[in-house]
Each structure stands twice: as C-alpha cells, then as structure tokens.
C-alpha cells in the first residue's frame, strides 16, 4: 500500500469561514482531524541508560495529546514493573515515574498526574518531542506504544 504524506494539521468540514450567523450556511465549522502514531518499545534499554528506551515516535510542535495507551503484550519483569512516558529532555513530562503498569498484560491507559503534565498533554511545546520511556528497572517487557493526538491543536488560547 502506497503511504502519503503531507504538512499539517489537516482541516476539515465545508465552511471555512464565517461571513454571517446561520448555522451550517456562513458560520465556519472546520475541525482539525485525529492523528496517531504507534511505537513498539521495551523494558530494555536501546542507549546508555539502564531502562531508558527512545522511541522513533515524534510528536509535533504545538501538538494536543488526546490519549497515551500501551498494548503490553510480554510483561514487565524484575522488582519493580512500571514505568513513565516521557520526552529526551524530561522522563516525567507525560506520566510520573512509575505511573504506567507494565506488569499488567493488555491495553494501559497512561494519564498525566501533576498540573505540568497536563499542560504537556494540552500542549507538548514549542518545539518537537521524541517520547521516551522509562522503566523504573530493566527487563523483558514489550509492548506497542501508541500515542492519538491533534496537530497544533492547542487547547489553550
């Protein structure tokens, strides 16, 4: 299958812009479509640091995280089981350390916990970010990351 690609975001619905007040007529009604991007990670680390693994998935500039999950197919192993999301410049940017249950097989919701990690969601920044995980020990656990979000689609004014 062929892939395409393109700049964003991407804008959708039939009035671009408002000249009036009728709905559906001259009121706009574009929304900016759902994006994803899928990472297979692992409780090993593929750097320097012990646990750490750097995901390829690059998040852009501006971006909305809608929803974080992990499909852990092999679970978590050693003393600790868990880890956090992360980005190369803060490993708690999205999660808190432990915040993820990586000794749990199936599909892991990971949600921010702190004030800043919410506003990482709302906005991941200025610049790009490359997502990194971190396994608070390591061992054989893998899974896919997968990661919905909204390109440039700041929830804040």
């Known amino acids: 299958m062929a892939v395409?690609?393109?700049s964003g975001p991407v804008k959708a619905g039939p009035i671009k812009f408002t000249t009036?007040?009728?709905?559906g007529y001259n009121v706009s009604n574009l929304g900016t479509m759902q994006l994803a991007q899928t990472a297979a990670i692992t409780q090993a680390t593929n750097g320097s640091v012990a646990g750490v693994y750097t995901t390829?998935?690059?998040i852009p500039a501006g971006s909305t995280i809608l929803s974080m999950a992990v499909y852990v197919n092999g679970v978590w192993t050693g003393s600790a089981t868990t880890f956090g999301?992360?980005?190369?410049?803060s490993a708690t940017a999205f999660t808190a350390a432990g915040g993820v249950a990586g000794g749990t097989l199936g599909t892991i919701s990971a949600t921010p916990t702190t004030a800043g990690q919410v506003n990482?969601?709302?906005n991941?920044?200025?610049?790009?970010?490359?997502?990194?995980?971190?396994?608070?020990?390591t061992g054989t656990g893998t899974g896919t990351l997968?990661?919905?979000?909204?390109q440039n689609g700041t929830l804040v004014p």
């Not at 009036?20 to 709905?23: C, N, Q, V």
């Not at 997968?146 to 909204?150: G, L």
């Open 4 to 6: 395409t690609t393109f």
């Open 20 to 23: 009036g007040s009728t709905l």
């Open 56 to 58: 390829n998935m690059v």
């Open 85 to 89: 999301i992360g980005t190369t410049a």
């Open 120 to 122: 990482n969601w709302i």
């Open 124 to 137: 991941v920044g200025t610049s790009d970010v490359q997502l990194v995980i971190t396994s608070t020990n």
């Open 146 to 150: 997968v990661v919905e979000y909204i």
